[in-house]
């Protein structure tokens, strides 16, 4: 538990932002239009998210 607390709190403000979204169920498209960023930028934040 603490291995992932403290991965998480590497994770930048924005990344937080997606992973909300993500455990939230929603698409890279969807997180994109609630942020009103890119899908692509989206896509790079998750990929960060998921190494």
Do not use: C, W, Y
């Not at 930048?12 to 969807?30: F, T």
């Not at 009103?36 to 989206?42: A, D, E, K, L």
Request: aromatic share 2%; charged share 35%.
């Amino acid at each position: 538990m603490a291995d992932a607390t403290r991965r998480v709190d590497s994770f930048s403000p924005r990344e937080r932002e997606v992973l909300e979204g993500l455990i939230g169920g929603r698409s890279n498209k969807v997180i994109a239009h609630q942020l009103g960023r890119s899908v692509r930028t989206i896509g790079i934040r998750r990929a960060r998210i998921m190494r």
